[in-house]
């Protein structure tokens, strides 16, 4: 273990009476002389860290939107460039998430060891880029590529938001701003096809992305002139750096100096999320449980202009309505889950005589997770026997319901079960997983509906999430032994 990882501990406890005091006793040791110390990022203005939250959230809510917003705007795109092969027409919009699968297994380490700030302009600058170059695609290989780096790029505020919010604000409080960051990827889902089908409809496929680029770039200028760095450890090393230029004293160092190589340093960055998936049961499972809610959401919007055109003949304009239900869901699960989740963790402590517990987070899950699959088996039979439009629009009212209360917990639990030190690598493994199954999971749909029909199809879809709703009884139960027992050491 090198000394890096033993000296990063949580923020929580970088700021403890002990570590002043080993400061006071430690000529050379360079760190917070005070717990009250200005620069200390949550010792910010409370205005400057909303700020900075701000620009997290809405940096993640235009990734997830990029990931859905060509959704209804793919058939122009195939009868442009003559695509009639059902699996490369689902690709064009499930190829960003192969790309969301694999940049945070780097972006996210990286963002522990060098820094949240870079990872953020540098993934912001790289979204606008190839948007860009997306409008401008003259072909479907070329528009792929360009496609998937947009993923790969996307993916680091995803990922590094918690994270962020996790060095900004203690723990006992964070639970309404990790709701809200949540909630906005969550939503951007739906808002994406919802807006950018009527944008394909009446201009062109090219116009949504150019939408987009302009949208990522209006929260890329405000990132770059007022961003500051977040995470303590990097903020320490750069200040002792610039104290031992400063006084000439090489001796100076701090408790998170590493005398590993940059490359071993990076090395060891990369390794952690596969680790945390390897090693941790809770990350595992929680993870697999996500991936299966967001292949099952993507599979969703791969499939709606298909399902609602032939079932009900709306227009590739109005199908885009069909995402409203969805998102009216998720809207009400996240409002309520922001204004519950502390309170909840708070009263379910006190219940059980115990110090404050993340497992809390997961109560609101394991009364919700139902909703899911309830949605599903709604949507498909009442979409099948054609019913009146609004049956299955309030079945994927409750799919996005039931989704947010399962995804949001998740995410929260994950971020205060592993602390600010690795809480972008815990959100990584998680996006990983959730981003694979977003890509694979919809080439089955059209095989599914095919084979099964729109109501047996979502009835095994259901049933499968039903199974699943036993994951969070079983770790709000024993999640705190089984944290214990499998504690990892990076």
């Not at 235009?62 to 699996?87: K, M, W």
């Not at 360009?146 to 993916?155: C, L, M």
């Not at 990097?234 to 610039?242: G, M, N, Q, S």
């Not at 609602?308 to 885009?320: A, D, N, R």
């Amino acid at each position: 273990m090198s000394s890096h990882g033993q000296a990063s501990a949580e923020i929580e406890k970088i700021s403890s009476p002990a570590d002043f005091e080993k400061l006071a006793r430690d000529a050379d040791l360079f760190g917070w002389w005070t717990p009250d110390e200005p620069e200390l990022p949550r010792n910010w203005t409370k205005s400057t860290r909303l700020a900075h939250v701000g620009i997290a959230s809405a940096s993640a809510f235009l990734a997830s939107l990029t990931s859905t917003a060509f959704a209804p705007a793919g058939q122009s795109l195939h009868a442009e460039y003559g695509v009639t092969n059902a699996t490369i027409a689902t690709l064009t919009v499930t190829i960003y998430l192969l790309g969301f699968a694999l940049g945070p297994l780097v972006i996210a380490p990286l963002s522990e060891t060098y820094g949240r700030c870079p990872a953020y302009l540098a993934c912001l600058l790289t979204s606008v880029c190839f948007l860009v170059a997306c409008s401008q695609a003259t072909g479907v290989a070329q528009f792929l590529v360009f496609r998937f780096i947009t993923g790969v790029a996307g993916s680091g505020p995803a990922v590094i938001g918690a994270a962020t919010i996790a060095d900004l604000i203690p723990k006992e409080e964070r639970g309404a701003a990790m709701a809200v960051f949540s909630a906005g990827p969550l939503l951007g889902l739906v808002i994406g096809p919802l807006t950018c089908a009527f944008i394909a409809q009446h201009l062109s496929w090219r116009w949504v992305f150019r939408v987009l680029y302009i949208a990522t770039a209006a929260v890329f200028i405000p990132a770059f002139f007022f961003m500051r760095e977040t995470y303590t450890p990097v903020v320490i090393l750069r200040k002792v750096a610039a104290v031992r230029k400063k006084t000439g004293n090489p001796t100076l160092y701090s408790e998170f100096d590493s005398h590993d190589s940059a490359v071993r340093t990076w090395r060891h960055a990369i390794v952690r999320p596969t680790k945390m998936l390897i090693f941790s049961p809770i990350c595992l499972l929680l993870s697999i449980y996500c991936a299966f809610v967001w292949g099952l959401l993507f599979l969703l919007f791969t499939t709606f202009p298909a399902v609602w055109s032939k079932q009900y003949g709306w227009t590739q304009g109005i199908s885009g309505l069909s995402y409203l239900g969805m998102g009216v869901g998720m809207a009400v699960g996240g409002v309520g889950y922001g204004l519950i989740t502390d309170r909840v963790v708070e009263r379910d402590s006190k219940a059980q005589g115990k110090p404050w517990s993340p497992e809390g987070r997961l109560l609101p899950m394991v009364w919700c997770a139902p909703v899911l699959p309830a949605g599903f088996f709604c949507y498909g039979w009442s979409a099948y026997y054609k019913a009146h439009w609004i049956i299955p629009i309030l079945g994927t009212t409750a799919v996005g319901f039931g989704a947010l209360l399962i995804m949001m917990p998740v995410q929260i639990y994950l971020v205060d079960s592993f602390g600010p030190k690795t809480a972008a690598s815990a959100l990584a493994a998680n996006t990983v997983l959730r981003a694979l199954a977003g890509c694979f999971l919809p080439l089955a749909g059209p095989a599914l509906y095919a084979s099964l029909g729109l109501g047996w199809g979502n009835t095994l879809l259901g049933f499968i999430g039903l199974f699943f709703c036993a994951l969070p009884i079983f770790f709000y139960r024993y999640g705190e032994s089984i944290r214990k027992k499998y504690h990892i050491e990076f």
